[in-house]
T-cell receptor, first 113, second 109 residues
Framework: DAEITQSPRHKITETGRQVTLACHQTWNHNNMFWYRQDLGHGLRLIHYSYGVQDTNKGEVSDGYSVSRSNTEDLPLTLESAASSQTSVYFC????????????FGPGTRLTVL | GQNIDQPTEMTATEGAIVQINCTYQTSGFNGLFWYQQHAGEAPTFLSYNVLDGLEEKGRFSSFLSRSKGYSYLLLKELQMKDSASYLCAVRDSNYQLIWGAGTKLIIKP
């Protein structure tokens, strides 16, 4: 079965460190997304990609970067982790057709101390 | 700005019916989605509406009125496993999904 995997599932890091969260999907979707989810907020879009070598900033992109070198992977990098980036991070991919559903990975819980 | 409003929390009784409302103001409209999210898990797709009216899928139904910027998710014959958060999302004119903060549904026996 097709799926999206994320690693690590849990991460504790220190302020100022660089952190990379991995995302791998086997749906063969062109569209991939990174969201963060915090209490009291909806899912907030960090970065997204519509295909290989394509990346775009979302509403909360400051301090984050992504790269898309193949269809399956969209790693998210926190350049210099800050306590405000403590959150649950979801990677997702979606079908490109109208009404296309979005499928989510299991999430990564990141704590920045 | 773009905005999606849902009640923060609702409580219902096992076996009953509950309606979760969602109102939206977005830059354009290209469909509305409902997702279910159990605590500590990822959201999973429930329904999609792009035309006005009711879409029924088993115990779950979703309604859309584009002129009113309004949708609801109707859950019938509630079961304890329906305890979860329900997320409303609208796809805007740029085909970006705008998410509501979610409604936490508590089911009591």
């Amino acid at each position: 079965d097709a799926e999206i995997t994320q690693s690590p599932r849990h991460k504790i890091t220190e302020t100022g460190r660089q952190v990379t969260l991995a995302c791998h999907q086997t749906w063969n979707h062109n569209n991939m997304f990174w969201y963060r989810q915090d209490l009291g907020h909806g899912l907030r879009l960090i970065h997204y990609s519509y295909g290989v070598q394509d990346t775009n900033k979302g509403e909360v992109s400051d301090g984050y970067s992504v790269s898309r070198s193949n269809t399956e992977d969209l790693p998210l990098t926190l350049e210099s982790a800050a306590s405000s980036q403590t959150s649950v991070y979801f990677c997702a991919s979606s079908e490109s057709n109208e009404g296309g559903r979005t499928f989510f990975g299991p999430g990564t819980r990141l704590t920045v101390l | 700005g773009q905005n999606i409003d849902q009640p923060t929390e609702m409580t219902a009784t096992e076996g009953a019916i509950v309606q979760i409302n969602c109102t939206y103001q977005t830059s354009g409209f290209n469909g509305l989605f409902w997702y279910q999210q159990h605590a500590g898990e990822a959201p999973t797709f429930l329904s999609y509406n792009v035309l006005d009216g009711l879409e029924e899928k088993g115990r779950f139904s979703s309604f859309l009125s584009r002129s009113k910027g309004y949708s609801y998710l109707l859950l019938k014959e509630l079961q304890m496993k329906d305890s979860a958060s329900y997320l409303c999302a609208v796809r805007d004119s740029n085909y970006q999904l705008i998410w509501g903060a979610g409604t936490k549904l508590i089911i009591k026996p």
